[in-house]
């Protein structure tokens, strides 16, 4: 199992910035986690890492967040109300003092 939570559970989000929160929520949706998953087994982990590598390259050759490379401006569940996947009512909390978006459809509290 793989760990990178926070002390309160979930993915620790406490020493980035905006950006990189929308980033890594970015990635967590691509690879159907929920940010409040604490232990993610090592399938997701090397899914999470792939997809990490992938759109950590198109975000740089971007100069922004790319979580969509067919429509790089627009964002899967991050400040939107409804998943742009399925349409299902996006899930907030706080996480770390920030607001933290999911799907509850299409990501999931235990690897998949
Ligand atoms: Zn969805």
């Not at 590598?53 to 400040?79: C, F, I, M, N, T």
């Not at 996947?85 to 933290?100: D, E, I, K, P, Y």
């Amino acid at each position: 199992m793989v760990r990178a939570t926070s002390p309160q559970g979930g993915f620790d989000a406490r020493p980035y910035d905006g950006r990189v929160v929308e980033g890594v929520e970015a990635l967590l949706f691509l690879t159907g986690l929920d940010p409040g998953a604490r232990d993610i087994g090592a399938e997701a982990a090397g899914r999470l890492w792939d997809t990490a590598v992938r759109h950590l390259a198109l975000g740089r050759d971007a100069g922004q967040v790319v979580s969509d490379p067919g429509a790089p401006d627009e964002r899967w569940v991050y400040k939107r109300e409804r998943c742009r996947r399925c349409g299902a009512a996006v899930r907030t909390w706080t996480l770390a003092s920030r607001t933290a978006y999911a799907c509850p459809a299409d990501q999931h509290l235990h690897a998949i």
